[in-house]
């Protein structure tokens, strides 16, 4: 018998929880929930990315003539 610490999801924990949400939403609302959990992450990376460029414009402005930047 495998005891897991607490804190830990197992394999059983899992599957009861997959269950009580196909109980809870039904068959038919659960491709609607991932599409929309999908569209979530999606929007979600683009934003990091954008911030990401960002940063990355401002260091390489700052590269470029680091004299100009500290004057602002």
Request: glycine content about 12%; proline content about 6%; aromatic content about 6%.
């Amino acid at each position: 018998m495998l005891i897991y610490p607490l804190g830990v999801i197992g394999p059983w924990q899992i599957v009861i929880i997959a269950l009580v949400i196909l109980l809870l939403f039904g068959g038919k609302k659960i491709p609607e929930l991932m599409k929309g959990l999908g569209k979530g992450v999606k929007s979600f990376k683009e934003g990091m990315n954008e911030i990401e460029d960002q940063i990355n414009q401002a260091d390489d402005s700052l590269k470029k003539d680091p004299k100009d930047s500290a004057e602002k």
